[in-house]
């Protein structure tokens, strides 16, 4: 009876998922496995491993439903994979492709006999290119190409049963929110009933309009293509837009995987970044007496998710106010965001930083003040993570070092940066970099 491998990684759901497909079309029996790498599962924050853990629970009991289990080994997968093949004399191993360059060294080395699909992005990563081959350089021409683009939903799943041997099992978790494929199914269709409302309302920090699916599409408890097609008929063709972001920077990591550590623009690798711990650590932990910034911060802390428009905010706020390394940065978001992704994260850091990505300019600015005005103008959101300025009138709720002294309450911290003066240095980090290109 022929045997083959599935390699699940970060597409933790047998609906949708080609690789599975293939497999099942392929074989009479499929090892479902996955590999608990050492390497990325002591990096992820405990938060994250136990979402990890309760969506490899709940890919276990799916299975279970027709009599198999997920078959979980540790270990390094360059030596555990071939193990698998070898102990169930499977004939091939199928996968999903990633574009980490992590994913990308590790997949080159497995010695067996592969069948790589495209299971985590709507287009296989460096599929939309220029006539010359090359990434497109603004998401808008990206954009275009990749709407016009046709692809099918992928085939369903075929009649090959999972084995049922758990291997070392599914390490414990005591994850308390929703995982898996079905729970993120039911958060889709919440989601699109209310899909019409969110291209007004996406910025708005008081009303949490946005789908929240980002952590199912980081684990691909939830298929990308699957998600554009509901999406598209639901009539959300700005939240599409969003999702084709994600392919975008999929495609930006796959053309250049140096960007991790390096600057699209090159000439921004010569900033001359503060080097300030304290500041820093302000930063991490929401102390730098700007409301907004500290809000997200903790939010980050106790929640591993923030929405988009308090990333941008609290990103400009350490790049450019603090004059601080957007690797720190991205360091950081990444090791506690629960769909913290290399290909997301850093493209995102990247475009805030104003280093070359989309031609985002250097000198834009985000002001938190102005932000936090703009964007939660009664300070709901501010309150709910930054409990000494609870009882703040509204109107110093921006501003709290104007406000009189008994209302805020503890020890809410005086701004660490003059907001004025650190732009103006900003201004002329970037400058000065930009001027020695002329120079030579
Ligand atoms: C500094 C910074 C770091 C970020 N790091 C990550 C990260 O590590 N992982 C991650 O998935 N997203 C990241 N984002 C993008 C974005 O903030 C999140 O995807 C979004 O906030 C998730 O919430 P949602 O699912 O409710 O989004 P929705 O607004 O409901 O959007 C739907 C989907 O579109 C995609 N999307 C939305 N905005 C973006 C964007 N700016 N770039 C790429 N895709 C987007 C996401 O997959 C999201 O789930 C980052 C943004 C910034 C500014």
Known sequence: MSVGVVWFRRDLRLADNPAWSDATRRHRRVVPLFVVDPHLWNRCSPRRVTLLAAHLRALDERLGDSGGRLHVVVGDPVEVVPRV???FRADEVFFNRDVTPYARARDSRIQARTFVHEGCFVLPPGSVTTRKGALPQTFASFHR??????WDLWPEPGDGAPTDDPGDGVPPSRWEGRAGEEAAERALREFLGRIDRYETDRGRLDLDPTSHL???????????RRLVVEARTAGGSEFVRQV???????????????????????RFDRIRWLDDPEALEAWKTGHTGYPLVDAGMRQLLAEGWLPNRVRMVTASFLVKNLGIDWRLGERWFRRHLLDGDVSQNVGNWQWVAGIGLD??????ILNPILQSRRHDPAGRYIRRWVPELENLPDRYVHTPWLAPEPLVRGAYPAPIVDLRESRAAALQRYRAVLDQEVDR
Do not use: Q
């Open 85 to 87: 093949v070898e102990r």
């Open 145 to 150: 190409a990749w709407t016009e683009a046709e």
């Open 214 to 224: 980002s952590t199912d599409l980081k684990f691909g408890t939830l298929d990308a």
């Open 244 to 266: 084709a972001w994600r392919d975008y920077l999929a495609h930006l990591m796959w053309f250049r995987p140096d960007l991790v550590t390096r600057s699209l623009d090159p």
């Open 359 to 364: 031609r985002a300019p250097y000198f834009r």
